[in-house]
């Protein structure tokens, strides 16, 4: 096994853009050339930190349900989000934590639209969530 | 050398021609096109005895990042043709899948243009890039100026009676309907969308519907020769072209020249004069936060298309992930109540 797969993705990424695209015969395969060498530095950035970003969101969106549970226990949706705050994903496989991570997502589209009207403070530490969970997900790519 | 399959279709091609034309048609070379996903694109060179014509085949993908219908956006090219706007000539739309196993329309060549404002992006391009910004804007502000009803689009086009309302709707069944994942950012978007819904257009006009850079040829000079792309026209309100022209996405990352073009009031002064409008602020606002979310929406359905679909296109799994990471970030960015403009302009 090569360890740091995300550093191999990588390199075969700048391979792809550097040698493989600028030789190709035609446009049209330059350009895929090209977008497939974008998706590998993604994929590359993904790999390293797919299992830590959706626990951070998991733990956050825990945090966010809990402040509702006590501000609003009586609020739409509170049974469904107690459970979730009791439960872990079922094994640290991305695809389970995926199940996990989306399970908890649509719980807190629910909440959310319900503070919108209800709780302006709790409305924003959502959006503080929002504004993370996008951070952390970024993709930070050069020009290729 | 060109691959046996790309030349069997050129021969294909050849063989439909010859049959529209009256005259025979030798192919004398075939490439595809990168770009304008939603179809197959081909640049065609003919032999018409002895001269030399260059044709653009456009067919329909297995699966496609937009799904739209191709004669609603031929005869909308044929409207825009008669109308004077600068579009490539519409030659033959052609249903039948027995010629090329799918449907295609074919189109006459503008040659030695070129849609790469990437390409302008250097200080020696600064007079070139003004002057394609500068028809950009006054040529979508013409396009406004238009009644949609004598270009004739009226008659296979809806006339909606709340445009705003319509393409809401519409885009949030799209990403209802083929995300794979929930969209926190999207459900919130469409929250504030149809909280702040503005009232019905006062004026309706032809809207291109993906009108941004990268959907245009341009000549050396700087002159805009052909609009393309218009899958997605439809009737609706002039404010929605103009604020997907300027959404921060097409110049990213540098979001200081709307699509890396023209600081965005230039821009927003050239459409103004050029379609006798003055942008009703408090509804454009609305209309910005709406094209990043119908971005949103056509990125997330081009993931579906990648993951369940037959066609592996690169570009499906580039708007996947890398175009629906930005659009996000860019949507918090103006929603979030402190707006941090990381990544986009304060709304307008």
Partial sequence: ?144 | MVPAALEALGLRLCGYLQAQWGEPVALAGIEQIPGGASRETYRVRLDLRGLERVVILRRDPKTSLIDTERAHEYRTYEAAFRAGLPVPEPLFLEEDPSWLERPFSVMAEIADCSSRVADLAGDEQAEVRARVGAEKWALLGRLAAMDPHALGVTSFMPVPEHPAARELEYWAGVIDADALHPQPVAAAAIRWLRAHLPPPSDRLALVHGDYRSGNFLFAPDGSIKGVLDWEMAHVGDPLEDLAWSLDPLWPWPDRHLAGGLLPREEAIALWEQASGMRVDREAFRWWQVFASLKGLAIWISSTEDFAHGESKEPILAVAGWVMTDRQNRILVDRLHPDAPARYAEPLL
């Fill in chain 1, 1 to 144: 096994m090569i360890p740091q797969a995300s550093r191999s993705l990588a390199d075969l990424a700048m391979k792809l853009a550097g040698d493989i695209a600028p030789a190709t015969q035609t446009e049209y395969a330059a350009a895929n050339a090209g977008l497939m060498a974008m998706l590998l530095l993604a994929l590359a950035q993904e790999q390293e930190r797919a299992a830590a970003v959706r626990m951070l969101d998991i733990d956050e969106m825990k945090l966010l349900f809990r402040a509702a549970q006590d501000q609003h226990p009586d609020a739409p949706g509170a049974g469904q989000r107690a459970s979730y705050c009791e439960r872990e994903p079922k094994s640290l496989l991305i695809s389970d934590l995926d199940r996990f991570h989306a399970e908890g997502l649509e719980a807190l589209i629910g909440l959310h639209a319900w503070v919108d009207e209800e709780d302006a403070a709790l409305d924003r530490a959502i959006w503080d969530f929002l504004l993370h969970h996008t951070e952390r997900h970024k993709f930070e790519l050069p020009p290729l």
